[in-house]
């Protein structure tokens, strides 16, 4: 078990280090609790500000806890000059501290009035992509004894690491256009593709952060009106669609909103295989939102009972609750 446990760690860094052209950015299952992470042209949706704080453990059943993922935002409009701000700080950790990635980024978007309800909203996105290797965690084939595993008494042969981070400019743009019914929008994410490559003799196999591609959209169908003691009752279907370089992935699901109470499903495939069913719980009252959804891992042979499913918590807090009942014409409530 000693030897699997580290066998799989020195994958995982070859597949990372040395195939960064099949690397994939992470992605909230709650994507709705995190727009920011989508696309930029969801920045200010809120006339006051809105913070969005996201974790998500996937694979929880794996040694090491395989993959870890945080993020924290804050996004406002400012209606005068129709413009919204935003900042998102996020980490992805892989391994247990033996990749790391660290995202400081700003948000800009800038709303255009088309007329009959319709609007559109141009987002930008500009920061810096930190990646890191703990460096300290390595271990080669070559220090792999045949019982003990890794016993900590093998020395490697492999040459040391000596820049084991590295920081890059990343930028993205996108846009959604949406009226009180429907919402429709794209992201293109690393349009610089940042060169984020450790070692000089591994540049040639790789063209930069590949460019992520997004698709995504869905309608609002509001059930009961609510009003400023009463959340409205809604359902929302939505579609969202990824890809980046040849992996693609595709979410079919819907949310909703009960009163205090919301709740929403998705089916996760990535065209290859059924990926994941994901369930939705959550809570919403006064501003404040706390949701709880579970990955259950289907159609592969990472079974459920192998990867321990995905857990993700998201909490939201939005200040409009106390101004006078807001109308924003739009469509955009499961993201607030």
Known sequence: MKFFHFKFFYTLLALIVFNQVQAQDPIFSQFYAAPLQINPAFT???????????????????????????????????????????FMASSDNAGNGLFIINNLTGFFSYKVDLGNDWKVK?????GFWQTRIGTDLLVFGDQLDVVEGNNGKIPTAEEAILNNSKTVLDISTGLIIYNPVFYAGFSLKHINTPNDVFFASSEEFVTGLPVRYSVHTGAQIILKEGNKRKLSTFISPNILFERQVDVNQV?????????????????RHTFQNADAAIALIGFRQKGLKIGYSYDFTVGSSLTNQLSGGSHEISVGINFDHNRRKVNYNDCFELFR
Not at 55 to 79: K, L, M
Not at 122 to 126: D, F, T, Y
Request: charged content about 5%; aromatic content about 16%.
């Open 44 to 86: 200010g949706n809120t006339y006051t500000p809105n913070i969005a704080l996201n974790a998500r453990n996937q694979w929880s059943g794996w040694p090491g806890s395989a993959y870890a993922t945080y993020a924290a935002s804050v996004d406002q409009f400012i209606e005068p000059l129709n413009i919204g701000l935003g």
């Open 251 to 267: 979410n079919i699901g819907a949310y909703g909103g009960i009163g205090a109470v919301f709740a929403g499903a998705w089916f």
């Open 122 to 126: 141009l987002g930008v996105e500009a």
